[in-house]
């Protein structure tokens, strides 16, 4: 998958959260937020038209893979 613009805001969210509402350390929510961040994007089978809410709409599935 190639970087597209709004990635790194994504990226950015998520650790932000997990460490804000989970308690997971720095390092632990920079991995948990680069998994998601994929899995999200593997879920929305991206292309390069695609646009960062395209991937914004399956974070929440992704979430709950990689965090179960």
Do not use: F, Y
């Amino acid at each position: 998958m190639e970087a597209m613009g709004g990635t790194g805001d994504t990226l950015t969210g998520l650790a932000a959260a997990l460490i804000g509402s989970n308690g997971l350390s720095l390092s632990a929510a920079a991995i948990a937020a680069a998994r998601i961040n994929r899995e999200a994007g593997a879920l929305a089978d991206l292309t390069p038209a695609s646009q960062v809410a395209d991937l914004i709409r399956h974070l929440p599935r992704a979430m709950e893979k990689v965090l179960a």
